[in-house]
C-alpha cells in the first residue's frame, strides 16, 4: 500500500504537496485571462469599395466575381456579403472553430486574385483588403473636444494619424477601424455651370489632375559611371505630388491660344475636405470619435485592453490643447467584473466547506487535513492548465467552484473514517491512519476514476459545445486526480501527524448539532430499512423517476449561452427609406437626449449614417451604444439591462419619423454582431427583391401571433425610392457620344469620381472630383449635365435619357451565394431561444414560398449544431462511468447498483429548474453530467462498502443496511459540503450571473434530491442489484476462514 510510505515519511507527502502548489502559483500569473476559451470561429473579411455605385452594381460586378472564386476556401463554414448604395461591399467568410486564422487568410486571398481581373478597374485602383476580422468589437476609444475647438473632421483625422496605426499595432488586435470616418481627401468641387460654358468635360479635369498631380523620379547627377573626376553626386528633386489646395487649385486645365490658361479655380471650388460625408460620431450629443478595436479569435481581450489603455496614456501627453479621451465601450470590464465575482464567489464556497467539515468533525486539527486538500488541489490544478494550452476563464473557474466540494470529498472520507477507527476500536493515529487507507483506497481510487471517466468522451466533441465542455472537463479532472494522489500522500501523512483521539466531551453547540444528527440517522435508518426489505419496489420507484425526468425535460425551455447584463447594449435606429443623414442625425439628437435621462445610463455613443446589422453607410441609420454605469450602482431589477433595454423600446418608439429596436451584444463575443437569434432567408431563384421584401414582410407580421417570439426585426427595404436613368443608346450614337463618356460624366458630377492620390501629414489621402451640392439637388440637375461628343460639342443629358422613381434595396445581401434577407429577433420574456427558433422554423414553414430556404447563422447556428449533442453526451458519459465501474468491482451488475441513483438525481435538478425558470442551456448540460458522476461518487461509499461486508458473509439486506449507516455521516458530511460549496452560484447576482445560475442550480437541485432520495433508496437499489447477479448470475459469496473480523461483520 503506497500510503504507508507517507504515512511513515510525512515530510515526503509534504514537500509534494508544496511543488504542487508551487508550479500552480507560477502557472496563475502565466496563463491567458478571459471571458471564454478560444471558442469563436475565426473569420475572414474581403472587402472593397466601388465608388459612386449602387448596390446592385457593386453586387453584380465585384460581389459575385468575388464569391464565385472563393466559395469552397478550405475549411470554410458558411460566407455572406453586402453591397451597398455607399459603393461598399463586403464579404465574409466563417471558418471551423480551431483552424488557423493566418492559413484561412492565404487561402482567401489565392483565391481573390483569381477574381481582380474581372474587376471594375476603379476597384482595383482603389485595392481589395483581406485580412483576418471578428466581430468582437472590444473597446471604442472615443476623441472630444469639451469647448467644441475641433470639428468632427479634425477628430476623425487626427485618429487616423496619430492614434489609429499605433492600435493597429498591438498584438492581438485585428483591426482599429473608425466609426464614421471621415479621412481627408481632396475635393475638387466642380461648378458644373461653367465647365458647359467653357465645353469642357469632367475628363478633361481628371486628366489635368493625373498629369501635374503624379510622383516623379528625376535621378541624379555624377551617378557612376561617369567621367573620372567627378567630384559629387546630387539627388534631383521635383515639385510631383501636389500636397495643399493651394497647389491643386493652380493645376492648368487647359491652355488657350491666346496664351491665357483656365484652371481648376476658375471652373470648381478646392477644398481639404473628407473621402466621404456619409457618417460621423458623436458622444453624448457632442461632435466625437469613436475609434473601435477588435481582437483577433485567437488573442487575449484582457491584456489588449491593458496595452490599449497604457498606449492612450502615453499619447495623451501629445494631444493638442482641448483634446480629450474617454473609453466608455469596454466589453472586458464584464469579463473582469465576471471573474472577480467567481473568485469571490470560490473564496465563499471554500469558507462554506470548511465550516460544515468543522461541524461534522467538530475538532480543529481534523479541519487541518481537508482545509489543506483545497488550496493544493485547485492551485495545482493551474499548472496543468498551462501544460495544456487553457486559460483562466469563466468556465474554468466554475470548474474550480464545483471542484471544490468533489476535492474536499476524498480528504473527508480519510478523516472521518481514521477518528471513527479511534473512536471505536481505540486505535493510535498510525494505526488508525493505515487501517483507514486499506479500507478507503479502493473507494477513492473508484471515485477518481468514475469522476474522470465522464469527462473522456466530452473531450473529443467538436465545434463550440464541445470546447466549452472539454475546458470544464479537464478543469475538473486534473483538480479532482489531484485530489486523489492528496488523499493517499498528504492527507494520510497528515492523519498520522495531527489527528488525535477525542479526549473530552464536545462543546454544547456540537452536542445539540450530534443529537440532531442521530435523530435524523434514525429515521434516515427506518424509511431506508423499510425500502431494503421491499426491493420489489426498485422497479415503480425508477419508472416514477423516469417518467417524471422526461415529463419536465419536455417542457424546461431549452437555450444555448444565456444572455448577460454585460453592462452595454446597442440601439438600431431606422427612419423612412430615402431619409437624409441630416434628418437621421436629429432624431439621433432627440433619443440621446432621452436616452440620457435613463437611471443607470452612463454614456451614449452615436454614429449617424451606419447600418450596424450589415456594417454599411445608411443616410436613414444609426447606431447608438448605450453604456451603463457600475454593476455595483445597478442592483435594483429596474436598472437591470433587460429592464432598461425594455424601457427604452417602449420610450424611444414615441418619437416620430423613425424606429428603435434595442439588442444586446452577442453572448460569446465574436460571435456576430447582436445578440439573439439570426435568421436567413434564401432565394433560390433570383427573383426581384420587391418579391423578397414582401416574403420579409409578410414573415414579420405572422411572427406577431407567435407568444414564443419577443420580436423580430430586419434592415433590408426593397422601396428605397431610387432614379433610374433611361439612355436612349440609338441616340447616343446619333449624338456621337461614347458611352463611357456618359457614365464618366454621371460618376464625375453626381457619384464622386476618385482621379488619384497626394500625400498631407505623412499619409497617403485620395483626390476626388464631384459638382458643387447646388448642381446635384434634384432630377433636373442630372438633365443639366453636358457630356463632349466627337465634334466637341456639349450635349445635355437630357436630349437622350428620361429619368423616373423605382424602387430598390439600400443594401443587397447574399448568404452562401444567394440573394437573402437577414431576420434579427428575441425570446419573448418567459421562453427560451431554443422555442423562439422553433417559432420561427413553423413560420418559415408556412410563409415561404417554393424557391426558398432558411438558415441560421452566428449564434443560432451554433445553438442548432449543438442541439443534438445533449443526449449523446449524456448517454456517452454514463456508458463510460460504467465501464470503468465494470472495471474497478470485476462485475458487470454493480456497476447497475451505483448507478440507479442517477436518475432520482436528475429528477430533483430538472424539477429546481422548472420551478426556478431557468433553461436548459450549456451550463446546465454541463451541470447533468457533472451530477452523473457526483451522485455514483456518493454511492460508491455506500455500495463499496456493503459489497465488502456481503463477501465475509453478511447478509444481503443487513449488508446493505450496514453500509449505511456506516457511511451515512461521510455521506452526508461529503454531500452537504459539496451543496453549500454550489450554493453561491445559484443566489448570484451581478456580472455573469446567468451563466452561475444556470449551472449552479442544475448542480444543487439534483444534488439535494439525490443526497435525500438517493441515501434513502441506494440500500434498496443493492439489495434488488445483488439478489439478481446471485439468483440470476450465480454468484456466490465467498467461503471464509473464520476470523474474529469476519465472525464480527456475520454478527
Not at 483562466?392 to 477507527?421: H, M, Q, T, W, Y
Not at 463575443?669 to 433570383?686: H, K, M, N, Q, Y
Not at 466627337?790 to 443629358?797: C, R
Not at 434488488?1024 to 464480527?1048: D, F, M, N, Y
Amino acid at each position: 500500500m503506497i500510503s504507508k510510505i507517507f504515512i511513515h515519511r510525512p515530510r515526503l507527502a509534504f514537500v509534494i504537496s508544496i511543488v504542487l502548489v508551487i508550479a500552480g502559483l507560477i502557472s496563475i500569473f502565466s496563463l491567458p485571462v478571459s471571458q471564454f476559451p478560444n471558442i469563436t470561429p475565426p473569420q475572414v473579411q474581403v472587402s472593397s469599395t466601388y465608388t459612386g455605385a449602387s448596390a446592385s452594381v457593386v453586387t453584380n460586378t465585384v460581389v459575385t466575381p468575388l464569391e464565385n472564386q472563393i466559395n469552397g476556401v478550405e475549411d470554410m463554414i458558411y460566407m455572406s456579403s453586402t453591397g451597398g448604395n455607399d459603393g461598399s461591399q463586403n464579404t465574409m467568410i466563417s471558418f471551423y472553430p480551431g483552424t488557423s486564422g493566418d492559413m484561412n487568410t492565404v487561402n482567401t486571398q489565392n483565391r481573390v486574385s483569381l477574381a481582380t481581373p474581372q474587376l471594375p478597374d476603379s476597384v482595383k485602383r482603389q485595392g481589395i483588403t483581406v485580412k483576418q476580422k471578428s466581430t468582437n468589437m472590444l473597446l471604442i476609444i472615443n476623441l472630444y473636444s469639451p469647448k467644441n475647438t475641433y470639428d468632427s473632421v479634425f477628430l476623425s483625422n487626427y485618429a487616423l494619424i496619430n492614434i489609429q496605426n499605433e492600435m493597429l499595432r498591438i498584438r492581438g488586435v485585428a483591426d482599429a477601424k473608425i466609426l464614421g470616418e471621415l479621412d481627408y481627401s481632396m475635393r475638387i468641387w466642380l461648378d458644373s455651370d461653367k465647365m458647359a460654358s467653357l465645353n469642357m468635360s469632367p475628363q478633361e479635369v481628371t486628366n489635368a489632375i493625373q498629369a501635374q498631380n503624379v510622383q516623379a523620379a528625376a535621378g541624379q547627377i555624377g551617378m557612376p559611371p561617369t567621367p573620372s573626376g567627378q567630384a559629387n553626386q546630387l539627388m534631383i528633386q521635383i515639385k510631383g505630388r501636389l500636397e495643399d489646395k493651394d497647389e491643386f487649385s493652380e493645376i492648368v486645365v487647359r491652355a488657350l491660344p491666346d496664351g491665357s490658361q483656365i484652371k481648376i479655380k476658375d471652373i470648381a471650388n478646392v477644398e481639404l475636405g473628407a473621402f466621404s460625408y456619409q457618417s460621423f460620431g458623436e458622444r453624448d450629443n457632442m461632435p466625437g470619435l469613436n475609434l473601435a478595436i477588435y481582437q483577433l479569435p485567437s488573442a487575449n481581450g484582457l491584456q489588449i485592453a491593458d496595452t490599449v489603455y497604457k498606449k492612450m496614456k502615453d499619447l495623451e501627453q501629445y494631444f493638442p490643447e482641448d483634446l480629450k479621451y474617454s473609453i466608455n465601450y469596454d466589453t472586458t470590464q464584464f469579463v473582469r467584473r465576471s471573474i472577480k465575482e467567481v473568485v469571490f464567489t470560490l473564496f465563499i464556497a471554500v469558507a462554506l466547506v470548511i465550516g460544515v467539515v468543522f461541524l461534522f468533525l467538530q475538532d480543529w486539527r481534523a479541519v487541518i487535513v481537508p482545509m489543506l486538500a483545497v488550496p493544493v488541489s485547485l492551485i495545482g490544478t493551474f499548472a496543468a492548465l498551462l501544460a495544456m494550452g487553457y486559460s483562466i476563464n469563466l468556465v474554468s473557474l466554475f470548474g474550480l467552484i464545483l471542484a471544490i466540494g468533489i476535492v474536499v470529498d476524498d480528504a473527508i472520507v480519510v478523516v472521518e473514517n481514521c477518528k471513527r477507527l479511534m473512536a471505536e476500536e481505540g486505535l493510535d493515529p498510525v494505526r488508525a491512519t493505515e487501517k483507514t487507507m486499506e479500507q478507503v483506497t479502493n473507494p477513492i481510487i473508484a471515485t477518481t476514476f468514475v469522476l474522470m471517466a465522464m469527462f473522456i468522451p466530452v473531450c473529443f466533441l467538436p465545434g463550440i459545445s464541445g470546447s466549452l465542455y472539454r475546458q470544464f472537463a479537464i478543469t475538473i479532472s486534473c483538480s479532482v486526480f489531484i485530489s486523489a494522489i492528496n488523499a493517499m500522500t498528504l492527507s494520510p501523512a497528515l492523519c498520522a501527524t495531527f489527528i488525535r483521539p477525542e479526549t473530552k466531551e464536545p462543546i454544547l453547540p456540537f452536542r445539540m448539532f450530534n443529537k440532531f444528527f442521530e435523530w435524523v440517522t434514525l429515521g434516515f435508518a427506518s424509511v431506508s430499512t423499510m425500502f431494503a426489505r421491499r426491493a420489489f419496489l426498485c422497479v415503480i420507484f425508477l419508472a416514477a423517476c423516469l417518467w417524471g425526468c422526461n415529463w419536465l425535460y419536455q417542457r424546461i425551455p431549452t437555450g444555448f449561452i444565456p444572455d448577460e447584463d454585460m453592462g452595454i447594449f446597442f440601439v438600431n435606429v431606422q427612419l423612412p427609406e430615402a431619409a437624409s443623414v441630416e434628418r437621421t442625425h436629429a432624431v439621433v439628437k432627440k433619443a440621446t437626449d432621452k436616452i440620457l435621462k435613463i437611471e443607470g445610463v452612463d454614456h451614449v455613443l452615436a454614429v449617424t449614417g451606419f447600418n450596424m446589422m450589415d456594417q454599411v453607410s445608411n443616410p436613414n441609420n444609426a447606431l447608438l451604444i448605450v453604456t451603463l454605469k457600475d454593476w455595483d450602482q445597478r442592483k435594483v431589477p429596474s436598472l437591470f439591462q433587460k429592464s432598461i433595454m425594455h424601457r427604452l423600446n417602449g420610450e424611444l418608439n414615441v418619437i416620430p419619423d423613425a424606429a428603435f429596436f434595442c439588442f444586446p451584444l452577442p453572448a460569446i463575443p465574436g460571435l456576430g454582431t447582436a445578440g439573439g437569434l439570426s435568421f436567413i432567408v434564401e432565394d433560390l431563384r433570383g427573383v426581384d427583391p420587391q418579391v423578397l421584401s414582401q416574403i420579409l414582410m409578410a414573415f414579420i407580421m405572422e411572427s406577431k401571433k407567435y407568444p414564443e417570439i419577443g420580436s423580430a426585426y430586419s434592415t433590408y427595404s426593397a422601396t428605397v425610392p431610387q432614379i433610374y436613368l433611361e439612355i436612349d443608346r440609338e441616340k447616343v450614337m446619333k449624338l456621337e457620344l461614347s458611352l463611357s463618356d456618359v457614365f464618366n460624366a454621371l460618376q464625375s458630377y453626381l457619384g464622386s469620381y476618385y482621379v488619384n492620390d497626394f500625400n498631407k501629414y505623412g499619409q497617403v489621402f485620395k483626390v476626388m472630383i464631384q459638382a458643387q451640392g447646388q448642381f446635384r439637388k434634384d432630377v433636373d440637375d442630372i438633365m443639366g449635365i453636358y457630356v463632349t461628343n466627337k465634334k466637341g460639342k456639349m450635349v445635355p443629358i437630357g436630349t437622350f435619357a428620361n429619368a423616373k422613381i423605382v424602387f430598390g434595396p439600400q443594401t443587397v445581401f447574399r448568404y452562401n451565394m444567394y440573394q437573402a434577407v437577414r431576420i434579427n429577433g428575441s425570446a419573448a420574456p418567459g421562453a427560451s431561444s431554443g422555442q423562439a427558433m422553433g417559432a420561427f422554423e413553423n413560420i418559415a414553414k408556412t410563409v415561404l414560398p417554393e424557391g426558398f430556404k432558411y438558415e441560421w447563422t452566428d449564434m443560432s447556428y451554433q445553438e442548432l449544431q449543438a442541439a443534438g449533442k445533449a443526449g449523446f453526451i449524456f448517454a456517452l458519459a454514463l456508458l463510460f462511468i460504467y465501464l470503468f465501474l465494470v472495471g474497478q468491482y470485476e462485475s458487470w451488475m454493480i456497476p447497475i447498483a451505483i448507478m440507479l441513483s442517477v436518475p432520482v438525481a436528475l429528477l430533483g435538478s430538472l424539477a429546481f429548474l422548472y420551478m426556478l425558470g431557468v433553461e436548459n442551456d450549456i451550463y446546465t448540460q454541463i451541470g447533468f453530467v457533472l451530477l452523473f458522476g457526483m451522485t455514483c461518487k456518493t454511492e460508491i461509499l455506500i455500495v463499496e462498502f456493503a459489497v465488502h461486508m456481503r463477501e465475509r458473509g453478511m447478509g444481503i439486506v443487513e449488508s446493505a443496511i450496514e453500509a449505511r449507516k456506516t457511511r451515512f455521516r461521510a455521506v452526508v458530511m461529503t454531500g452537504t459540503a459539496f451543496i453549500l460549496g454550489v450554493f453561491p452560484l445559484v443566489i448570484a447576482i451581478g456580472a455573469g450571473a446567468a451563466c452561475r445560475r444556470s449551472l449552479g442550480t442544475a448542480v444543487f437541485g439534483g444534488m439535494i434530491v439525490g443526497e435525500v432520495l438517493g441515501t434513502i433508496m441506494t440500500p434498496m437499489f443493492y439489495v434488488a442489484i445483488q439478489w439478481l447477479r446471485e439468483k440470476v448470475g450465480g454468484w456466490k459469496p465467498p467461503v471464509l476462514p473464520e476470523t474474529p473480523e469476519s465472525q464480527k461483520a456475520v454478527k
